[in-house]
């Protein structure tokens, strides 16, 4: 598909993609390079420009403009991280976090790195998922598809050579025959019931109350809730370590972590940690009142009682974090290889009865 062409504001300005966003591979390069480029010292917008040029030489004109368009407004006096804000399609807010933590520590370099470790993560979990969910998802519809089949077309002739010879059809075979005329006939309703479905959650999804309603059903949902958490909490302690490191406080942590949790129920926790660390509470008492799990708590809590002998880092500190970004790493894969497990199995057992259905509905049709 044709890279969509960027429009030139005026003044030079940049406008970002006119169509879709960036392939992830293109952004897994784009913080590889830039991680690159901050390790040979380079200036942020020089190094904007470099990568532009690379993914130009590329013939990937669409992303090369839209870079261009960073370098221009960082070289004009914006952050990166506040002139990521006008490029939604290519950057999330968890992109715009990570290079605002990388801003706060003086450290940009650390955070391109980091970034390029998520996006990786990113590629080979939804890769590893796609292909373990694809082929039973498609057995299922298959099967479907040839039980529709054999209930509108196969089992009516049936019924009617049946019917000559004065013998009635089995319930399984007739069930069929009327479940799958009745989707045939009846279609709309279907299809109302999931546009209704859809109005619903796009008008929760439209306001602050109904949004809050919507996530809060996520996080109730069994495994992925627990995913869901665990890899928002993940993502925030592959940050905090290497900030600390670096001399920020607890409390510069706290718009780092809004922008890393999309979900609004984990942004009032966030709220938590933010009222205990303001109120003088210790890191462990604003990591365990946002709802971390407390096999995380545990080793920063134990870290902290620990006062540095050189320097104003708590070294201990750092490896207890380093830790518990390991001990929460393991549980979500973990949740997440019982997540795609769980669905695999599902879709297996569907797929496998509608196929059985389907041929016993034949032989009981003929017997």
């Not at 969509?4 to 003044?11: F, N």
């Not at 002139?83 to 450290?107: P, Y």
């Not at 569907?350 to 017997?367: P, T």
Request: with cysteine; hydrophobic share 50%; aromatic share 8%.
């Amino acid at each position: 598909m044709a890279q969509a062409k960027v429009a030139v504001a005026g003044g030079g300005g940049w406008s970002g993609f006119a169509g879709g966003g960036m392939d992830a591979r293109d952004r897994e390069r784009f913080f590889f390079f830039m991680a690159m480029m901050m390790k040979t010292g380079q200036t942020t917008s020089d190094a904007l420009r470099a990568v532009a040029k690379a993914f130009r030489n590329e013939k990937k004109d669409a992303i090369a403009s839209a870079v261009a368009g960073l370098a221009q407004k960082v070289s004009q006096g914006k952050s990166l991280s506040a002139a990521m804000v006008s490029e939604r399609t290519m950057f999330t807010d968890l992109h715009r976090a990570a290079i605002l933590a990388g801003e706060a520590a003086n450290n940009m370099q650390k955070s391109f790195e980091i970034l390029r470790i998520l996006e990786d993560k990113k590629i080979n979990s939804s890769r590893a998922g796609l292909a373990e969910l694809l082929t039973p998802f498609l057995m299922m519809l298959l099967s479907l598809a040839s039980l529709f089949n054999t209930g509108l077309n196969t089992l009516p002739v049936m019924a009617r050579v049946r019917e000559a010879q004065g013998k009635p059809m089995g319930m399984l075979p007739n069930g069929i025959m009327e479940t799958t005329a009745f989707c045939s006939q009846y279609w709309y309703i279907f299809v109302g019931m999931f546009l209704l479905m859809g109005l619903m959650i796009w008008s929760l999804n439209s306001n602050p109350a109904g949004r809050t309603t919507l996530h809060a059903l996520q996080l109730k949902i069994p495994v992925y809730g627990r995913y869901l958490l665990f890899h928002t909490y993940t993502q925030m302690l592959l940050y905090f370590p290497y900030l600390i490191a670096s001399g920020v406080k607890p409390k510069q942590l706290i718009p780092i972590m809004e922008g890393l949790a999309t979900n609004l129920v984990i942004k009032k926790r966030i709220d938590q940690f933010n009222h205990t660390i303001t109120t003088g509470g210790t890191l462990a008492q604003a990591m365990e009142r946002a709802g971390f799990p407390e096999i995380i708590v545990t080793p920063v809590s134990v870290a902290e009682n620990y006062a540095p002998t050189t320097g104003h880092v708590n070294d201990v500190l750092i490896e207890g974090m380093q830790h518990a970004h390991a001990i929460l790493e393991r549980m979500l894969t973990d949740t997440h290889t019982k997540f795609v497990g769980i669905f695999s199995a599902v879709l297996w057992i569907l797929g496998g009865a509608l196929m059985m259905c389907d041929m016993l509905s034949i032989v009981l049709s003929q017997g």
